[in-house]
Each structure stands twice: as C-alpha cells, then as structure tokens.
C-alpha cells in the first residue's frame, strides 16, 4: 500500500520509508532504488530544462510528466503500480517536489495495489465515491473535466482510458513547487505553456 501524506509525500510499502517534499535526488533514488523492479528511465521523445526556450513551456511539461530530469528518473514499481518522482522549479530544481502514481493494471481490470490518502483507496474506488469524500473545494482541472483537482491536499486526479470509471493516475505537489517564477498556477500553466513546443509542434 501507498499512503499519501499532503504536505510531507508518500509513505511506501512493507516498511520501506516515507518519501518526502524537499529530499534530494540522491536521497529518493536511494530510497526507491532500494525497492524490488526499481528502474532508471530513460529520455524518449522529452526535453530537458534546458531544451525550453520559456519557462512557460517547461513549467508545462513539468506538469505533464514530459520534463526529463536525469537527475530524477528512478521509477519505482510496487505491484501493478509505478511511481515516478520529480525536481521543482527554477530554485528547487535539486529538491523533491512532485510524485505521479500511475496505476499498471491492464484495461478492463482494477487496480490491486492500494493507493491510499486518509484511508481512501483512490484508485481501488469508483471516481465519483472518491471525489464525494475529500476536502473541498474541488474542481474539474485541464486538459480535461474528467480530471479533478484538490488544491488543499496539493492532489490532482486523473483518468487513463482504460479505468474510465476510476481514477489512475495521480500527483500530489509540494507546496511551494518552484514553478512560481513562472506564474501562480498550481495545476496548469497560467502563462500559456506549452510542454509540446520543440517535441511536435
């Protein structure tokens, strides 16, 4: 089981330690490499930090999961779950600022392994079940109303197409992320970035 702490990070399976905001990439890698079917990642069709002309773009990507960071691309599998781990902004760029949970489970095919936030499995759930108990408020996020976020537990939800009744995918932020400097948008990109600039457009 995954356990979501908003504001500190995940607390990982069978006594592995807690992941927390503000580790260092040396220090999650450690941890997470630790963990059976740890993997390095590697660049695919992504750009790094460097590859944006704006900020605005790689404050997207950012959000997207498309920002390759070497520096942060160990992926941890706990069942049929994976999660990825990711740097802030300009100025915490060297800081653990954002964890993505994605859900493994092939289509048709619920998710065996728990995701949990205050005893909650969130993706074990049927979407709507889970979005009627967090804490308000909440609010359909871009690119699509399906997706939800929670400003006050720094939590967006979202849906793959093969578990359209239940979320699958999940990012739970710090607070600050770093991406500040950018604009004030939390969950999407205010100054109109853009992640696929310099990829396909």
Same mark, same amino acid.
């Given at each position: 089981?995954?356990? &979501?702490?908003?504001?500190?990070?995940?607390?990982?399976?069978?006594?592995?330690?807690? @992941?927390?905001?503000?580790?260092?990439?040396?220090?999650?890698?450690?941890?997470?490499?630790?963990?059976?079917?740890?993997?390095?990642?590697?660049? *695919?069709?992504?750009?790094?930090?460097?590859?944006?002309?704006?900020?605005?773009?790689?404050?997207?990507?950012? +959000?997207?999961?498309? &920002?390759?960071?070497?520096?942060?691309?160990? #992926?941890?599998?706990?069942?049929?779950? #994976? @999660?990825?781990?990711?740097?802030?902004?300009?100025?915490?760029?060297? $800081? @653990?600022?954002?964890?993505?949970?994605?859900?493994?489970? !092939?289509?048709?095919?619920?998710?065996? !392994?728990?995701?949990?936030?205050?005893?909650?499995?969130?993706?074990?759930?049927?979407?709507?079940?889970?979005?009627? %108990?967090?804490?308000?408020?909440?609010?359909?996020?871009?690119?699509?109303?399906?997706? #939800?976020?929670?400003?006050?537990?720094?939590?967006? +939800? $979202?849906?793959?197409?093969?578990? %359209?009744?239940?979320?699958? $995918? @999940?990012?739970?932020?710090?607070?600050?992320?770093?991406?500040?400097? *950018? *604009?004030?948008?939390?969950?999407? *990109?205010?100054?109109?970035?853009?992640?696929? #600039?310099?990829?396909?457009?």
């Amino acid at each position: 089981m995954l356990e &979501l702490l908003p504001g500190t990070g995940v607390v990982l399976p069978a006594g592995a330690g807690t @992941l927390r905001f503000g580790m260092t990439p040396e220090e999650a890698g450690a941890m997470l490499g630790a963990t059976p079917g740890s993997h390095r990642s590697r660049q *695919c069709m992504t750009l790094t930090r460097a590859g944006y002309a704006h900020l605005r773009h790689a404050h997207d990507a950012w +959000l997207g999961g498309i &920002l390759h960071d070497g520096a942060w691309n160990t #992926v941890a599998v706990f069942g049929d779950v #994976v @999660l990825t781990v990711a740097g802030g902004g300009p100025g915490r760029a060297d $800081r @653990l600022a954002g964890i993505t949970v994605e859900a493994g489970a !092939s289509r048709g095919r619920t998710t065996t !392994s728990e995701v949990v936030w205050d005893g909650v499995d969130l993706f074990g759930n049927p979407a709507a079940d889970v979005v009627s %108990v967090l804490p308000g408020p909440t609010r359909p996020s871009a690119p699509t109303a399906d997706d #939800v976020t929670v400003p006050r537990l720094g939590l967006w +939800l $979202r849906r793959n197409p093969q578990a %359209v009744h239940r979320w699958s $995918r @999940l990012s739970l932020l710090a607070a600050p992320t770093g991406w500040e400097r *950018c *604009c004030a948008g939390t969950f999407a *990109c205010l100054d109109g970035g853009d992640g696929f #600039v310099g990829l396909i457009r």
